[in-house]
């Protein structure tokens, strides 16, 4: 069959370089704990090695633990062997099927109309050999419906592309009016008549690293592996060569809650240390940002938007426009200072699939960084006709705050009950701190905290939407189409019926654990009724299209 | 059976996330309800036949009158909580003893065994009277729309859940529930938090007429 694929023959040495990485860690460790003793070649081995050993031509000598490792590759390598010998993929009319299997043979059919993304991921290895790792994705199950490892570039092209017609077909094809915008000269997309939404260039990502501070991830990782291999504390010697052991913090603090002056020499190194890790911490990110999203490039392809991006792991997904479930705007404090904005939004595809985290992840990303003043057309692209400047919000209850404080007092006043009653004044001081830490925080729940309901006008009540905003100084705002709606629920708890308050809560197909849930608190019971019925309403009359 | 039921049918579910005195609410076992159940309790195969009902009968369930459980739910839930409270009994008195035993005081047992008595009896009162007041603060209503569930006695919630949303609907019974024929239903969304909502203490028949009413039957809303 001329549309028959087979899986590329790479994917023998991927499946293998994978599960030789789950030993990577315990064999590292191993290595490094047994440090001297390794070297010795004085160790007989027992049981199957030392037989082994007989066999083997000169000095080399197969210690225990790589005799282990190879008995443990065995199973590994029938599988993958058999599942290169046995793996199809074809195109059936309008749907992709996938068979592998010798003893239990197994025939999975993906509708196209059915599929919500189509991701590809090519690390370094993968693309000096011209393949992908492709995952594709429907609303149910757990993982992927399907991750194929690894198919060739060009077979993923068509894949992607027949998919794509597919879909198209059934749609329908609409000549798009393009608007007026600056065209890069784009690979792929272009090609298709894709057109760019967003164009990262290397200040943008290099901000963006800035702003989003993820180096302390690398920081903690880089730790923990250290920590866990024992090699911390002698890493700590070697870079201090002794002079500070880990104790100099521990001496410092201890010197200062003695009453005592530390000296300036102590004080300089550990400001210099600070200010050192902190810079160290936001130059990672930088280069963390620098590596991951490198040339990362938004396009939209008829009614799917691609995201392509990455140095080394080049990334590229697809997401129909359809299968959006929720748009979120955020803006942390850092990003308000230069106007910039991040837009995620959220599929139904892989409910939490953990282990698959990291590319659902880099799904939502629309948009890592993106100018404020560019946020409103990229909402309007994503859903079509939205005006995120033309929102009438409606406030929560005006005692609102008065609500949210009580329970923030209770908590700041718990929190430090304990060494009020132990320390005393210090007890107050610490007092001093929860109080307004936990001010603040509830400030924050209710200050900027909005909701609108938009409704289209006749024959666009597809286009109802509920707007969702919250948070001082991390803000995010949330567009939820009405056809995406799953549940609407109404809760009303003890203190909010003393205050004939009430609130609404939304629920969306989306990833487990949605970066901002709708949870509209403390409305006015007749507003919360209102809400809930108009949402009831809206929801029942539109037919839910993944 | 229902003895529990019948003090409690002064009380009314005035679960207020909607309009509070709406008016609309009707037990369960109202006249036309009674017939109907009992007709379809003499036909021989219930669950096939819920599906070929003619839409009269599904219809007479999906009226947007909200309704209460059935009263045999409180009697089911309160067996269920008897068990709990047999097992709690078992292993805090196994505790009780051990501390007893390894104080080494004879006297700690006079004031631990009656302490453990209060709160044993205190428990087992608590446990009696919640389902008849669970019951009061529980009530359901389903219409052409969809279900819509309102519940909770402290902290209230209604939830709906529009049919067009539903993936699909599991009607479950336990051992104790078939003793007294009732049964849960189980409505699926696509959603995350509510991707399954549970409704249990119907009327079997009830929960499969429902279920029924909620099956999707335009076949159009395929993407």
């Not at chain 2, 003793?179 to 249990?200: C, D, F, K, N």
Request: net charge positive; proline share 5%.
């Amino acid at each position: 069959m001329p549309s028959d694929h087979r899986l590329h023959p790479s994917s023998i040495v991927f499946a293998l370089a994978g599960s030789l990485r789950a030993f990577l860690v315990p064999a590292v460790v191993l290595i490094l704990t047994s440090g001297r003793s390794s070297s010795q070649p004085s160790d007989p081995g027992w049981g199957p090695t030392r037989w082994m050993n007989r066999w083997m031509p000169g000095d080399f000598e197969i210690a225990n633990w790589q005799f282990w490792i190879l008995l443990f590759l065995i199973p590994t390598t029938i599988a993958a062997l058999v599942r290169y010998f046995t793996f199809r993929v074809r195109y059936e009319g309008t749907e992709l099927v996938i068979s592998s299997g010798i003893l239990f043979r197994n025939e999975r059919h993906v509708p196209y109309a059915r599929i919500q993304n189509l991701d590809a991921v090519r690390n370094i290895v993968h693309r000096l050999l011209g393949v992908a790792e492709v995952r594709v994705e429907t609303g149910g199950g757990q993982a992927p419906e399907a991750t194929i490892s690894v198919l060739h570039e060009t077979v993923f092209e068509e894949m992607r592309r027949r998919i794509f017609a597919g879909r198209t077909e059934v749609v329908a094809e609409e000549p798009r009016v393009s608007t007026e915008r600056e065209l890069e000269p784009v690979r792929s997309a272009e090609r298709e008549g894709g057109q760019t939404l967003l164009y990262l260039p290397l200040r943008e990502l290099l901000l963006n690293g800035l702003l989003e501070n993820r180096g302390m991830v690398l920081v903690a990782a880089a730790y923990g592996v250290l920590w866990e291999a024992g090699l911390f504390r002698s890493v700590w010697e070697q870079l201090t060569s002794g002079a500070y052991a880990p104790g100099f913090l521990r001496d410092t603090i201890v010197t200062v809650a003695g009453g005592r002056v530390p000296s300036a020499g102590r004080v300089g190194v550990l400001l210099v240390g600070v200010v050192g890790l902190l810079l160290l911490v936001r130059l990672l990110s930088m280069a963390w940002s620098f590596l991951r999203l490198y040339e990362f490039r938004l396009t939209r392809v008829g009614d799917d938007l691609r995201t392509e991006y990455g140095l080394l792991t080049r990334v590229t997904t697809t997401v129909p426009l359809k299968r959006v479930q929720s748009l979120t705007v955020r803006e942390s404090p850092l990003q308000r200072l230069v106007t910039r904005m991040s837009v995620r939004v959220e599929t139904a595809g892989g409910h939490g699939s953990h282990h698959d985290k990291e590319s659902k992840q880099a799904r939502e990303w629309l948009a890592p960084i993106i100018r404020r003043s560019a946020v409103p057309a990229l909402v309007s692209e994503v859903l079509p006709g939205f005006d995120l400047d033309s929102v009438a919000w409606q406030s929560l209850h005006p005692r609102a705050f008065r609500r949210a404080i009580k329970p923030a007092l209770l908590l700041a006043f718990i929190i430090a009950g304990p060494f009020v009653f132990w320390f005393g004044w210090i007890g107050l001081f610490v007092l001093g701190i929860t109080v307004p830490v936990f001010v603040t925080l509830a400030w924050s729940h209710v200050y900027r905290t909005h909701w609108a309901l938009r409704q289209g006008s006749g024959q666009a009540a597809g286009e109802d939407a509920l707007v969702f905003r919250s948070g001082w100084l991390w803000r995010q705002t949330t567009i939820v189409p009405s056809t995406k709606i799953q549940v609407v629920g109404c809760i009303e708890s003890p203190f909010d019926r003393r205050a004939a308050m009430a609130g609404v809560r939304v629920d969306t197909a989306g990833s487990m654990s949605p970066v901002h849930r709708i949870s509209i608190p403390y409305l006015a019971r007749e507003d919360a009724a209102m809400l809930y019925e108009r949402l009831a309403a809206q929801t029942a009359q539109t037919a839910f299209r993944w | 059976m229902s003895d529990g039921a019948s003090g409690q049918r002064l009380g009314f579910a005035d679960n207020s996330c909607l309009s509070p005195g709406d008016g609309r609410q009707e037990w369960l076992r109202d006249e036309r309800l009674e017939q109907e159940t009992s007709r379809e309790e003499h036909g021989v195969i219930v669950i096939e036949s819920s599906s070929s009902m003619d839409s009269g009968t599904a219809d007479a369930i999906a009226d947007g009158v909200s309704r209460q459980l059935d009263p045999r739910w409180i009697m089911v839930q309160r067996v269920h909580f008897a068990i709990l409270l047999v097992i709690l009994a078992t292993v805090s008195f196994a505790g009780v003893l051990v501390i007893w035993a390894a104080s080494g005081i004879l006297v700690l047992g006079l004031l631990l065994v009656p302490l453990w008595l209060t709160a044993l009896g205190a428990l087992g009162w608590l446990l009696q009277r919640w389902p008849a007041i669970s019951y009061r603060h529980t009530s359901y209503r389903v219409d052409e729309a969809g279900l819509e569930i309102t519940r909770g006695v402290y902290w209230r919630t209604t939830t709906n859940v529009p049919r067009s949303r539903i993936q699909h609907t599991d009607v479950s019974q336990g051992p104790l529930e078939r003793r007294y024929s009732l049964g849960s239903l189980v409505v699926y969304t696509a959603g995350t938090h509510h991707s399954e909502v549970t409704l249990s203490g119907l009327e079997f028949t009830i929960a499969q007429r429902i279920r029924a009413h909620l099956l999707p039957r335009d076949q159009g809303d395929a993407v």
